[in-house]
């Protein structure tokens, strides 16, 4: 468990991280924001790098700055690597394992179950200066969880892997999560992080704007018209009725549609059987309905766009 209670950090006269309070527990945790939002500062912060300018922060209930104990359940993937490069993958694995109090025998032991996890078995013995972006990834994973920490911090460890890659990356992770293990991933790439968790936290600005799951973050946006849009050639026989329907507050006709505003998406989708009613009365023929806002995208959007015009 990762526990911030009103957590601050300057930096001069600039803020990194604003009264910022949240529990992080067991399962993948995804970070998200813009550039300067204070993903890197929350990161620094829960791995010791750096100490709050004023709040806690604690880690299994222990402090994390200057703090060996911490460290050891604690495993970190920063963004930029520094690798030595002459080294290969399992060379440069096994002496992380050295470092960290392992003998000889057991961190080779540990560094050859992790190239195995990772999918680096057959590559880990080339130097890492011609490994791949994706590798280096690999890699950098493999030695935070060398030691098995209970919680490991992966700043945009999908950077620079293809799609197969990002799919095998994300599946690890799962694993990972299914054991008990707390793991937080900062990452802009929001696709794949709704294939990854639907637990989020939403910086922007150094600000928390939302943590929690993310249907329960799309409920409360409320004041926000919900998108639905619904696919057929028949447009002029459909949005007669549609525009009817209570809870729909605008439509706008598309090619090969109709996108409705909806100010209740749920009492909207209970009224979705009548419609299908009305749709075989009148031998129309719908070949998709979809929301646009159901997605991490969507959610991203208009917390910030709303901070931001405020």
């Not at 006709?253 to 009548?274: A, W």
Request: some cysteine; hydrophobic content about 35%.
């Amino acid at each position: 468990m990762i526990n911030l209670q009103g957590v601050s950090r300057w930096y001069g006269q600039v803020i990194g991280l604003n009264d910022v309070t949240c529990e992080i527990g067991p399962g993948v945790t995804a970070l998200l924001g813009m550039n300067g939002s204070g993903k890197s500062t929350m990161m620094r912060l829960i791995t010791g790098q750096l100490y709050p300018t004023t709040g806690e922060v604690y880690v299994e209930g222990m402090k994390p700055f200057a703090n060996p104990e911490v460290y050891k359940i604690l495993g970190y993937c920063p963004e930029i690597d520094s690798f030595y490069e002459k080294m290969s993958g399992r060379e440069f694995v096994r002496a992380m394992g050295r470092l960290s109090g392992f003998s000889s025998a057991e961190s080779k032991r540990r560094t050859d179950e992790m190239m195995e996890v990772v999918g680096m078995t057959d590559r880990c013995d080339k130097p890492i200066r011609g490994y791949s972006k994706g590798m280096r990834q690999r890699i950098k994973l493999a030695q935070a969880m060398l030691h098995d920490p209970q919680c490991i911090l992966l700043d945009e460890p999908l950077n620079g892997l293809d799609p197969v890659g990002r799919h095998e990356y994300i599946q690890i992770l799962r694993s990972f999560a299914e054991k008990g293990k707390t793991i937080l991933v900062s990452s802009h790439i929001l696709f794949e992080v709704e294939q990854m968790t639907r637990s989020i936290l939403l910086l922007h600005r150094g600000r928390l704007l939302a943590a929690g799951d993310l249907g329960v973050i799309r409920e409360l946006l409320d004041k926000f018209p919900h998108r639905v849009r619904i696919e057929t050639e028949e447009v002029g026989d459909l949005a007669g009725y549609l525009v009817t329907l209570p809870y729909v507050h605008s439509l706008r006709k598309l090619r090969g549609g109709v996108e409705l505003q909806v100010t209740d998406p749920d009492s909207f989708y209970e009224t979705l059987p009548k419609v299908a009613e009305v749709v075989r009365e009148q031998n129309v023929k719908i070949t998709k309905v979809s929301s646009p806002d159901n997605n991490l995208e969507s959610i991203f959007r208009y917390l910030v766009g709303e901070v931001s015009n405020s």
